[in-house]
């Protein structure tokens, strides 16, 4: 039998502001003279949701911003009611889903400890015997004995997954919080939980846009969209379709929109534009994994500058850098005078896996090389490959090491 039942669960809200006093009155003299009252748009955050969730399962719950997969686990977690359809839970559950979620301000985190094994049905005895190992965790051993309020959201969320981890709850609740932590207490947290999936079985949900982690640690995952989910199954192949769904986004976006991240410019030297060139000559906008490219750079120099040293980089689109190569001493002694320039890059095999992905340029001249222009997310572009799929190569990376493997005897021959 399921431990976790979504049927037909749907939510329900009214788009709008408040209804003022003179919109309560219109609407009650339209209904007198039985005409329609005015009424604000209704929005639906969950549209008909059924699926089951069996004991044991670690279940990650993916999807763009207003997917509705917030408001899926406050029902999950019965926070929120249900315009339509139900949710059954057998166990008790540990939710963690915003800051401060089942902490109260006003009580010490002693107090708060306390509290949750209260509401789980905890002996306060048992409560006692973990206390220890909860703080500890925490990491807030001198702030223990301090209101709640008074802790910063790092903290609080410190203490909420402490608590929500050490008791022993049936179902584990997660969502994005964790990215409010520090890295190394993030890198703490992902540890207790494989601990708890591993050697525990305990049932876990888990929201998160960190999509490498969701495929590290679910063992199934559901896509969400508009309140739907349009996905269900391995975790290689529905991170794969949003990945997908992501490249389409960001080429669209990219496509009509004119502004771009980080930039700094000085007017000295103008970028006009960024081409790809394959082995063949041909302007290319998708590269293939281990294809000999050139990138090509157009700029107008508008004020002479001697000693140029240009940087060319790739960056994930949020900002992950992967490469980066620089001119450095090759043009030491050289003066661009005004006017238009090209400027090429060969990359032989170029090494990246599957993606989307940006350019990012630097350029620094004269004596004391002061940076004259640098801007990040220049153009997107995307990687294919006709033999790596794409799911096989975000749970294994970012680079190719086109590697040849064969077998040796005993002597190494």
Same mark, same amino acid.
């Given at each position: ?20 006093? #003179?919109? =309560?009155?219109? &609407?009650?003299?339209? @209904?007198? *003279?039985?005409? +329609?009252? %005015? ?41 929120? #009611?249900? =315009?339509?359809? &139900?949710?059954?839970? @057998?166990? *008790?559950?540990? +939710?963690? %889903? ?241 006017g238009q320039y090209i400027l090429a890059i060969e990359i032989p095999s170029f090494p990246l896996l599957p993606g989307v992905f940006s350019i990012r340029i630097g350029i620094e001249a004269g004596k004391i090389a002061r ?43």
């Amino acid at each position: 039998m399921a431990i976790i039942e979504v049927n037909h669960l749907t939510k329900e809200y009214q788009l709008g502001h408040l209804t003022s006093l #003179k919109e =309560t009155a219109v &609407n009650a003299i339209r @209904r007198l *003279s039985f005409q +329609p009252t %005015i009424s604000r748009e209704r929005f639906k955050a969950l549209d008909n949701v059924n699926f089951a969730i069996d004991e044991g399962e670690v279940v990650g719950i993916i999807g763009h911003n207003g997917a509705g997969k917030s408001t899926l686990l406050k029902h999950l977690a019965n926070i929120s #009611k249900p =315009t339509k359809g &139900n949710v059954v839970v @057998r166990g *008790s559950i540990a +939710p963690l %889903i915003e800051v401060g979620a089942g902490v109260n301000p006003e009580l010490t985190g002693r107090e708060n400890i306390f509290l949750n094994g209260s509401i789980l049905g905890i002996p306060k005895k048992v409560i006692q015997q973990k206390l220890d190992e909860i703080i500890n965790f925490s990491e807030l051993e001198k702030f223990i004995d301090t209101p709640v309020k008074r802790y910063s959201s790092g903290m609080t969320v410190k203490l909420g997954f402490s608590i929500a981890t050490s008791l022993d709850a049936d179902i584990l609740i997660i969502d994005e919080v964790l990215a409010v932590g520090d890295l190394a207490f993030q890198r703490k947290c992902f540890n207790k939980m494989e601990d708890m999936i591993i050697h525990q079985g305990k049932t876990v949900l888990l929201v998160s846009h960190n999509i490498r982690q969701i495929e590290r640690i679910c063992k199934r995952v559901l896509l969400m969209d508009h309140g739907k989910i349009v996905a269900d199954g391995n975790p290689a192949e529905i991170c794969g379709l949003f990945y997908a769904q992501n490249d389409e986004k960001i080429k669209e976006q990219s496509h009509h929109s004119s502004s771009r991240a980080r930039k700094e410019l000085s007017g000295d030297i103008e970028l006009n534009a960024v081409e790809i060139i394959n082995d063949r000559g041909e302007k290319i906008e998708s590269i293939y994994t281990n294809e000999n490219i050139t990138f090509r750079l157009n700029f107008k120099v508008n004020k002479t500058l001697e000693n140029p040293n240009f940087g060319f980089g790739i960056h994930t689109t949020d900002f992950l850098y992967l490469a980066t190569e620089i001119t450095e001493s090759q043009f030491k002694n050289k003066i661009l005078y005004p006017g238009q320039y090209i400027l090429a890059i060969e990359i032989p095999s170029f090494p990246l896996l599957p993606g989307v992905f940006s350019i990012r340029i630097g350029i620094e001249a004269g004596k004391i090389a002061r940076n004259i222009f640098y801007e990040e997310g220049v153009i997107n572009f995307q990687v294919k490959s006709s033999n790596i799929e794409r799911t096989q190569s975000m749970t294994e990376g970012f680079i190719s090491l086109n590697g040849k493997w064969k077998f040796l005897d005993n002597n190494g021959q």
